[in-house]
T-cell receptor, first 114, second 115 residues
């Protein structure tokens, strides 16, 4: 597609519920990133994929967070047993591989845990 | 580890006045530097980037930034503010680690433009 598409745009989850957030990157983009943006803060790195390989997951805050990109295109970020502190905007970004191309971000999914 | 500091969480300017948003970084290797803009309820839009070459970088919407290695700075400027510039601005630094490049963001500066 022309841009990075994320769905849903908004998600309200009850505490303890599992959620799945989807990212559809720009076609052909090798690299895919997930970021978490808490209210009033800058985005913070969660995880990175190069094609289907998850090369860096050092930013995932707990083992309740899991990401996959099985065919090297669409990616899903799953959060199990959501907690209130998981409330944030989750941003997905993609680029052709190297950082000098810049990063194209999606509009994000705003997750609210109640 | 790389880091970014944005001085001033809120900046207010009059329409037509100079916009100056400050960004300082730390990086162990020559950095790639970015400025992004975020409008309410939207994702991040790339304004401009510095990779190599000319240290004065021009971006979209009349913005520009200058990479100053000696000052480890990458301040964003625009000669004349417009109401439509009101948004959140993020400075970011990227390093290639050999397997991945991670963007590290500052905490952002909210720009308010008044009549």
């Amino acid at each position: 597609g022309a841009g990075v598409s994320q769905s849903p745009r908004y998600k309200v989850a009850k505490r303890g519920q599992d959620v799945a957030l989807r990212c559809d990157p720009i076609s052909g983009h090798v690299s895919l990133f997930w970021y978490q943006q808490a209210l009033g803060q800058g985005p913070e790195f969660l995880t990175y994929f190069q094609n289907e390989a998850q090369l860096d997951k050092s930013g995932l805050p707990s083992d309740r967070f899991f990401a996959e990109r099985p065919e090297g295109s669409v990616s899903t970020l799953k959060i199990q047993r959501t907690q209130q502190e998981d409330s944030a905007v989750y941003l997905c970004a993609s680029n052709p591989l190297r950082e000098y191309y810049g990063y194209t971000f999606g509009s994000g999914t705003r997750l609210t845990v109640v | 580890a790389q880091s970014v500091t944005q001085l001033g969480s809120h900046v207010s300017v009059s329409e037509g006045a100079l916009v100056l948003l400050r960004c300082n970084y730390s990086s162990s290797v020559p950095p790639y530097l970015f400025w992004y803009v975020q409008y309410p309820n939207q994702g991040l839009q790339l304004l401009l980037k510095y990779t190599t070459g000319a240290t004065l970088v021009k971006g979209i919407n009349g913005f520009e930034a200058e990479f100053k290695k000696s000052e480890t700075s990458f301040h964003l400027t625009k000669p004349s503010a417009h109401m439509s510039d009101a948004a959140e601005y993020f400075c970011a630094v990227s390093e290639w680690t050999g397997t991945a490049s991670k963007l590290t963001f500052g905490t952002g500066t909210r720009l308010q433009v008044t009549l």
